[in-house]
């Protein structure tokens, strides 16, 4: 090649659109920005006015090459020494490109190698450099890495989630066992990719409330800004595979194009188009064949050539507006990854998230939540990799199984319960507690690990499997402060005691704890503290209020989480207790409820107690455990006392030495109830009247709408179960009245 074609190729990249070919010269037609002057300028010509004002006419595209005319790209690509791909890697790098012989040189590994460098930690990944890319052609939105992870349900969770959980992982050439520039995910079949495809592009669009500021933009002028994409390899369940490119940084400029392609403001079209245009058919449960390729390539040959045709005609229609600037879009794609002394680089997914991190300000997830979930896989990810954990816990850990197999696996009673207690088991106490906490520190950037951002951090993972839970986000609150972490349970050893009867589990667990054993105390924390911030015990991150009557959000005395479970394990009491909540727990049933123990000597109306022994009403029946005001109180009553006495001090004197009587309990719940449903029936009611003018939208999402729903029928569930039964409702025998 030489100067004047290299040159060409080294044209200022968007400054010349690739080439429009004319089938029946075989001649070659650039068109340059400034070419387009002349036409519509700024204004265009919009038969539609609602659309945003034109900024760029769309340019004409060539239409895509056979794929035999594709082996000299294919071939160059793979000879490059610093690309890390197989065969059906690089049929998807060169498929969807829009010149395969620009993107052919680009990559030739001689006489010069125009690759882009990215550093990343530990190693180096390689991308081509900026080139258009067809839409239609083998390109998903990014449906692996989600920003709304902690939303999602693991397989241990009792209510399945609609969402699919992709676990992607680097793939190894089997030939020569050496890590590749692919990601390989597993899923079950074509359907299970495209809920998955459809997931990300709707999440994407509700996260900005279905307003995509890219969707106008695109319109205006198309996607000036490359997008980086990473070849992605689906795997199905009979073995079958696909392999397509996958959006890295741009998933919402992705989205939006189809947005834009299919009318700017329906998601689920644009679900549709992309699904059906880049997967097929979903009727098959294998891979796509040679027929489907050819067909996905024969239909952007027609939507090419039409394009073009419309574009020739003085005035710019919607129709031409929306395919020209969704046909094709500037991209990179990531086709090698090496470490930093030459070798392929092990860990491509950890370089992806490094690589990102790098390329744009909003990679990082959108909650809190999700950062702490997809920051926790990777130290599981690392600790697996370095063999800190074992490939059955790190299955565990995944949430790629349910209960049953966590038994079989690993040998602890199948209980979403014991699946908590294995997170929490592999971070702190684990023979490899220390390095764990390193992974953790080097992951989130902490200069040193204290148990209260290890336990923020592994909050949304340790209670991955109670994502269906209703109010589940107060228990993450509670166990992100502190959470479980006493010092008997962080940094020690301590081990999970296996069986197959979790009521026996527990049972062997307290007699061990009752005799002294450290194991057995810390086990019985991790159990029942998270049993307790579960079922609301413990629900104050932060301490829990102050009061002083016996209520549901208040507590004698402030306490957070492990400060409370410090007391609670100190004493025989306590450990009752813990045991008590975690058996009601698992039991999941109303007639088992958690009891009270007194947790010191001391003299109850003159009839000595010890520690240990049950806490009895006037009655002489155990007493329950309601609020997480009767735990607190009873893990130290002597300070609860003490700080009763000085609240209602400070009470009465702020009233004058008044004070009116307390509210009975039942009275003061019927009181809530009926205010909350009045409340909430007045608000259901202004919503609908302002919808009649702007839409159901006022509800908000379908997801919120849908959530509200399901808490008004377990509220109604609640009513007819355990309030009254009307009395007509009772017909009296008349045969029994006879015979009196």
């Known amino acids: 090649m030489d100067g004047a074609q290299w040159r060409q190729w080294l044209t200022p990249f968007p400054r010349v659109f690739p080439a429009a070919r004319d089938a029946q010269e075989g001649k070659i037609v650039t068109s340059s920005f400034d070419d387009l002057d002349g036409l519509d300028g700024l204004d265009g010509q919009e038969p539609d006015e609602g659309l945003p004002p034109l900024l760029r006419r769309p340019e004409p595209v060539a239409d895509p090459l056979p794929v035999a005319k594709l082996r000299n790209a294919r071939k ?85 989630s609609s969402s699919v959980v992709p676990v992607y992982e680097t793939v190894v050439d089997p030939k020569t066992g050496e890590p590749l520039a692919v990601f390989r995910v597993r899923m079950p079949d074509r359907k299970a990719l495209v809920e998955a495809v459809g997931e990300s592009m709707r999440k994407t669009y509700n996260a900005q409330n279905g307003d995509n500021i890219y969707t106008s933009s695109v319109l205006q002028q198309g996607v000036k800004e490359p997008l980086t994409l990473f070849v992605m390899r689906v795997v199905y369940d009979d073995d079958t595979e696909d392999t397509f490119l996958v959006a890295g940084d741009g998933n919402s400029r ?67 507006r929306r395919e020209g600037h969704t046909l094709a879009f500037p991209a990179t794609v990531v086709v090698g990854a ?16 490094d690589l ?19 920051g926790m896989q990777r130290v599981y990810r690392h600790a697996h990799r370095e063999g800190l954990i074992a490939p059955n816990v790190h299955r565990v850990l995944s949430g790629t199984v349910g209960t049953q197999a966590m038994h079989e696996l690993l040998g602890v009673p199948p209980h979403r319960l014991w699946s908590a207690a294995v997170h929490q088991h592999a971070v ?48 993450l609150r509670a166990f992100g402060n502190g959470g479980t972490i006493t010092d008997r349970v962080w940094k020690q050893p301590w081990e999970l005691t296996k069986g197959d009867d979790a009521f026996g589990v527990l049972d062997d667990v307290l007699e061990r704890a009752l005799d002294g054993k450290e194991s057995a105390v810390a086990e019985l924390t991790v159990l029942g503290g998270t049993a307790a911030m579960l079922d609301g015990y413990i629900t104050r991150d932060r301490g829990s209020k102050e009061g002083t009557d016996r209520d549901s959000r208040t507590a004698p005395f402030r306490a957070t989480p492990v400060k409370l479970l410090e007391l609670l394990s100190k004493t025989s009491g306590g450990l009752k207790m813990l ?51 009767d735990l607190v109180y ?27 009587a307390p509210e009975a309990e039942d009275a003061r719940q019927r009181r809530l109830l009926v205010q909350g449903i009045t409340g909430a029936t007045k608000a259901g009611r202004a919503l609908a009247r302002m919808s009649q003018k702007r839409g159901n939208q006022v509800f908000g999402t379908f997801e919120a709408v849908k959530a509200l729903r399901v808490q008004l029928g377990n509220l109604e569930e609640i009513l007819m179960q355990f309030g009254p039964v009307d009395p007509s409702l009772f017909v009296t025998d008349k045969d029994e009245e006879d015979s009196e």
């Not at 939105?141 to 920003?147: A, E, Y």
């Not at 090496?338 to 998230?353: E, N, S, T």
């Not at 000597?601 to 022994?613: N, S, T, Y």
């Open 634 to 660: 009873a893990a130290d009553p002597a300070k609860a006392l003490a700080t009763i006495a000085t609240n209602r001090a400070k009470a009465k004197a702020n009233t004058d030495g008044t004070s009116e």
């Open 338 to 353: 090496q470490a930093d002394g030459g070798a392929p680089l092990a860990d491509l997914v950890a370089a992806r998230d």
């Open 428 to 475: 702190l106490a684990g023979p490899h507690a220390d390095a764990m906490n390193l992974l953790i520190k080097q992951e989130f950037g902490m200069r040193k690990a204290y148990r209260q951002p290890i336990s923020g951090r592994l909050a949304p993972m340790a209670l991955s499997a109670y994502r269906s839970k209703e109010g589940i986000e107060q228990p």
């Open 76 to 160: 160059e690509l793979l000879a490059n020494p610093e690309v890390s791909l197989d065969a059906a890697a690089a049929n998807a790098v060169t498929s969807g490109a829009v010149d395969p012989e620009r993107l052919q040189a680009l990559v030739a590994g001689k006489p010069i190698n125009l690759l882009t460098a990215k550093p990343v930690v530990g190693g180096m990944l390689y991308a081509t450099p900026p080139h258009y890319r067809y839409l239609d052609l083998d390109v998903l939105p990014d449906f692996i890495n989600q920003r709304w992870a902690d939303q999602l349900h693991t397989a241990m969770d009792v209510a399945p």
């Open 579 to 629: 045991h008590s909540i975690a058996v009601a727990h698992v039991a999941a049933d109303p007639a088992v409820l958690p009891k009270l123990f007194n947790t010191q000597d001391c003299k109850v109306d003159d009839v000595v107690v010890l520690d240990g022994e049950p806490m009895l009403d006037k009655s002489g029946v155990q007493e329950i455990l309601d609020y997480e005001w």
């Open 254 to 320: 992705l989205v939006s194009m189809w947005l834009a392609r299919t009318g700017g403001d329906d998601i689920e079209a644009a679900i549709s188009a992309c699904t059906a245009s880049v997967i097929g058919s979903t009727e098959r449960s294998d891979g796509r064949s040679r027929a489907e390729q050819a067909a996905a390539r024969l239909r952007v040959s027609e939507l090419t050539a039409r394009t073009r045709k419309n574009l020739a005609v003085p005035t710019l229609t919607e129709a031409t």
């Open 356 to 374: 990102l991190a790098t390329l744009h300000v909003r990679v990082t997830a959108w909650t809190l939540g999700a950062q702490n979930t997809q």
